[in-house]
């Protein structure tokens, strides 16, 4: 969706420039070659995978500042690392999971 949008910016006076052209007009420093279609836009998978990295690290940074943001979480966490110190856990393997949580 991103590209596309992009690519569609990249109209000007009517004549569709390359995106390759647009993006090194907007970032000198991307050396990327893109290929628009009528059906959408075509990345090399090395951008991809680069963009999926991006958008999960970003996740994660969100998915941590929504925990420190909630209240309720925290006082979990501490009252967890309270029991913890305490030794009130209990160790088991994946397999014996579901007969300790009983």
Known sequence: ???????????EGGKLKSFD???S?????????VKVTREGVLIPE?????????YVKVEQIL???????DE??????EKSREEVARGEYVE???DDLERVLK
């Open 25 to 33: 007009g907007r970032c000198p420093s991307v050396d990327v070659k």
């Open 72 to 77: 309720e979480a925290l006082k979990t966490i």
């Open 21 to 23: 052209e647009y993006l």
């Open 63 to 69: 998915a941590t500042l929504e925990t420190l943001a």
């Open 46 to 54: 090395e951008l991809f995978r680069e963009m999926m990295s991006a």
């Open 92 to 94: 088991c393997s994946i």
């Open 1 to 11: 969706m991103v590209w596309e949008t992009s690519a569609r910016r990249g109209f």
